[in-house]
């Protein structure tokens, strides 16, 4: 897969925040422009709640046996437009390729 890879460990300020958002906002500043991300890949050591494209359901990412939670997507699963974070204060590292 060709494209631009971002990555950035993120910490939660807010109740339903967007990641996607601060990091659209992070590359506009650069001078790119995120319409959509080839793959979306979130990595945190806490279990929390994300809700993918504003649907209002928040569910819970897989834990791997080294008690890492994980989500990947592909555009070819799914076009991510938002990812939200369900409580504040949580750091985890968003890697796109876009």
């Known amino acids: ?3 631009k890879f971002y990555s950035a460990s993120i910490t939660t300020t807010g109740d339903d925040e967007d990641v ?5 906002t992070t590359l506009l500043a650069a001078g790119h422009n995120l319409v959509t991300a080839k793959i979306v890949t979130l990595i945190s050591t806490d279990n ?3 809700d ?8 819970y990412l897989y834990a791997d046996p080294d008690g890492i939670y994980s989500l990947s997507l592909k555009e070819d699963e ?5 990812i939200k974070i369900e409580t504040s204060s949580h750091t ?5 390729i876009y």
Request: charged content about 5%; cysteine-free; proline content about 0%.
């Open 20 to 24: 996607l958002d601060g990091i659209r």
């Open 78 to 82: 799914v076009m991510v437009g938002s």
């Open 1 to 3: 897969m060709s494209g």
């Open 48 to 50: 929390i709640g994300v």
């Open 92 to 96: 985890v590292w968003v890697g796109i």
């Open 52 to 59: 993918i494209n504003n649907t209002g359901v928040y569910s």
